[in-house]
């Protein structure tokens, strides 16, 4: 009688089984695991569905048992964000410091150190700790923030630009304040650097830079315009 080429039922769970587990068992030896498990899944859900309270607990329980490393440094950042969230400053701070301490934070991938940094900044600006808010985000310029999208990048940039320039008028460091506004050098920036040349009484200094980056744009456009009116480009 031949061998059917069907296994049985039984046979064919059986030998699931015995992938499953040497599967897990060579995970195990390589120290891989699955950085999303299920309950950090489950926490992101209740964090969906807005309640914050029972997404903290889920959190804390990823952190008490998952043997994972990415997962537990995810589950802590997302920890921290949800504190955040609850306004509940001190233990966000205390869990976005920790998040960034870690000895094993290097493999967390993507974005996820600067968007500490971030939450730490505003959570300290929450509290009233603005040098230490600016301590915070000027961290970010060792920290490269990366997308696909080069827009986006600017984007991300010219924020944390306006945060040190904000953070800087608080703790009275008007110096930077102004470089990071003629930094940006957009509409609000302008705005603010108005007010504070106003309130130093240096609106003339203000009207005489603007004069010289007006000239200074003029002579960088005008071969341009030159072209363009020759009907090379335009």
Known sequence: MGVSALASPGMAERALGRVL????????????????????RQA????????YGEACEA???????????????????????CYQTEKRWDQAIETYTRFLAEPRRQVVVGNDLV?????LTECFFEK????????AVRATRRQGYRSFCGTCDMLHQNRQVL????????VQDYDAAVS?????????????????????????DLMRLVEQEGRWYEALMRPYRTKCAEGWYC
């Open 21 to 40: 587990v040497f599967t897990a068992a060579i995970s195990a030896l390589l120290g891989v695991c699955d950085p999303e498990g299920p309950d950090l």
């Open 44 to 51: 992101r859900v209740l964090m969906q569905q807005r309640h």
């Open 59 to 81: 959190y804390q329980k990823v952190l008490r048992e998952s043997g994972c490393d990415v997962e537990r440094l995810q589950a802590l950042l997302e920890l921290a964000r």
């Open 115 to 119: 968007y500490g940094y971030v939450g």
């Open 128 to 135: 009233g700790r603005y040098g230490q808010a600016l301590d």
């Open 163 to 170: 945060r040190e320039a904000v953070l800087s008028e608080y």
């Open 180 to 204: 990071g506004y003629f930094t940006l050098g957009d509409a609000n920036s302008g705005l603010r650097l108005l007010a504070l040349y106003e309130a130093a009484g240096q609106l003339p």
